[in-house]
């Protein structure tokens, strides 16, 4: 196995960092990294904001869902889908820009997803520890003005960046052939049932013996409940109608 797939596949959310800080010039090679991920027609769809000032990073914690680390860690990335820079590029040459398209909100959120990763996989490869923190859509519009975020850019995810101060398991992943399907979409039952049983086995494990859960129960309260109903208005206020 080379070192590239060695290091992907020994990926862990950290959530505790030493005191230790990330140089400048560290962080620009991230992003820079980063910006060199594929995106859908050189749109580059994204922009990144580096919350520094404190106070700030406390306020998203808390709104986050009282996520600590957002504060404690070296650095904290905020990584935003942006239409809002491609479409007044375009306006700038007289074109007759079209906005609000679903194909759009698309487009942003797999540029900055992909742009994301990257920095992600730049970081780790590093000797970081990074945790993506989807609760900053908990309250997508109290970040966006914490942030100043204009119309046509929403905030997708956060990003926790810092020196490991733990060192978690690797968590368990399906197995690869319930996700590789074969020149048509096939059943994973087996599979699924299979993953199951080994997640019991690593929480049961992980948690001394106090976590009796596995893969199919965790998922339950993300689908047997309506999961941020808000981000349908949110994102129609922010200019992405969805047409």
């Known amino acids: 196995m080379n070192p590239v797939i ?5 990926h862990r959310s950290i959530r505790k960092f030493t005191d230790r800080k990330i140089s400048h010039e560290l962080l620009l090679e991230l992003i820079q990294a980063g910006q060199s991920a594929a995106t859908s027609s050189h749109v580059q769809a994204y922009s990144v904001i580096h919350v520094t000032t404190p106070a700030k990073r406390e306020k998203i914690a808390e709104l986050a869902g009282g996520q600590d680390y957002i504060a404690t860690c070296s650095d904290f990335l905020v990584f ?20 609000g398209m679903t194909e759009q909100l698309l487009v942003a959120n797999v540029d900055t997803a992909l742009m994301a990763q990257n920095v992600a996989i730049a970081a780790e490869s ?13 309250n997508p519009q109290a970040i966006s003005d ?3 975020l204009p119309e046509h850019v929403y905030p997708v995810f956060g990003m926790c960046l810092g020196y490991p101060a733990h060192e978690p398991d690797v968590k368990p992943r399906l197995p690869v052939e319930a996700i590789l399907k074969e020149d048509h979409y096939s059943d994973d039952r087996e599979q699924v049932d299979a993953f199951d049983d080994a997640m019991h086995t690593y929480y049961q494990q992980r948690s001394g013996g106090h976590k ?13 409940t309506k999961l941020r109903p808000h981000m349908r208005d949110f994102l129609t206020d922010r200019g992405f109608e969805m047409k």
């Open 6 to 10: 060695e290091l992907l596949k020994s």
């Open 80 to 99: 935003c889908a942006d239409m809002k820079r491609p479409t007044e590029a375009s306006e700038r040459t007289g074109a007759n820009v079209v906005r």
């Open 126 to 138: 590093e000797g970081l520890g990074i945790c993506y923190i989807g609760g900053i859509r908990n």
């Open 146 to 148: 914490l942030l100043q």
């Open 212 to 224: 009796d859960a596995n893969w199919s129960r965790n998922l339950a309260p993300l689908f047997d």
